[in-house]
């Protein structure tokens, strides 16, 4: 994600600041910024390369720009990977050969930059439709081909927007010739999308806004507000009054009723971790976000809290029926993670089955792993991937 100008200026006032650029395709960080303590930035600065990487503002005939002119930003050097794991015409669309440094690769970032005179890379944006949201890369017109093959929709945009300063979310507009059951658009795109891929807004629009041009003015695409889809009832125990009061602080809204789902609300991921907080706090009860996920209508979330019910899916198995016998891989999720990360991963190892394990608090969580793996696989050699979250992921005995 970018990181504002503002945070930068804010982390100077106390220290010395690095930010550091760089898609997985290039090892992760290739472009770096130091911000030295006392120091002010006015505009976003990504800084210059690492040492062994080579940088190049390119046109759209691959011609290098001038300081000050726009083009697409390529990386080059040690950093660069060979390219994406069984996927050839992905790797020729963005693992270009090198025009300047024969035998070597470049990496298309579909970035938009500029050269500065002193040598830095000013940062503008992204040149295709494909943003970053609370670090997960998401292609919107993925997600707008999905919601063209839903029923009565004949038009779909789908757009990041920023609801405060460093937070954004994902928002549908779409066009129908009927009123359109957003909660069963919503439903319908869960079962083939992951969470954060499903906009926190569905928005009917009557046409598109253009621009002078006839381009597509996205500007001009309104603001959804968050508002009650439902018949509005009124909390009916403590349970959801307490409840709806943290709804309506999350969400900055009010007049939240029992029949109010938390997503058609303008809830999204990040908000229901404060949601499943403000319930810890509130009433004792820790709530897994896989299950307010599953229970977002307020009165099935109240239930929920009422019963003082815990229910996690410890891990989830992807390529059981292709996989073959005796090919099976743990994964292990970032710290505070989820196995659903491996599901791509999982897309170009049919022949494995891949048991991917989702983080729960738990002190004995290592324990619980291990009985799982055994109940799986009696015996060994075992297959482990993922994360160490700082320890030592196998040892091989």
Known sequence: DVCPVDLINKWTEHCDFCNEYGPTETTVTSVQL??????????????????????????????????????????????????????????????????????????????????????????????????????????LGEIENRLRNQRGIKKAIVMARDDKPGEKYLCAYLMADEKLEMSTIRKSLAKTLPAYMVPSYFVQIDGIPKTPSGKLDRKALPVPKGENTETYEPPTNEFEEKLASIWEEVLGIKGVGINDDFFEAGGHSLKLFLVADSIFQAFGIKLAISQLQKYSRMKDMAALIALGRYEEEIFLQFNSQTAVPGKTIFCFPPIYGY???????????????????????????????ADIIMDMQPEGGYLFFGWSAGGQLGIHV
């Open 34 to 139: 130091l911000v030295n303590q006392g120091k002010k930035i006015g505009k976003m600065v990504i800084g210059k390369a690492l040492s062994n990487t080579y940088l190049y503002v390119l046109g759209p005939n691959m011609q290098p720009q001038p300081i000050g002119v726009p083009g697409e930003l390529y990386i080059g050097g040690d950093g660069v990977a060979k390219g994406y794991l069984n996927r050839v015409e992905k790797t020729a669309e963005v693992f270009r050969p090198n025009p300047f440094i024969p035998g070597e690769l470049i990496y298309k970032t579909g970035d938009q930059v500029k050269w500065r005179p002193d040598g830095n890379i000013d940062f503008i944006g992204r040149i295709d439709n494909q943003v970053k949201i609370r670090g997960f890369r998401i292609e």
């Open 339 to 369: 196995g659903f990360i491996y599901k791509e991963l999982a897309e170009f190892l049919p022949e494995y089955k891949l048991v991917s394990f989702n983080f729960v608090e738990d002190e004995n969580i290592i324990e619980k792993y």
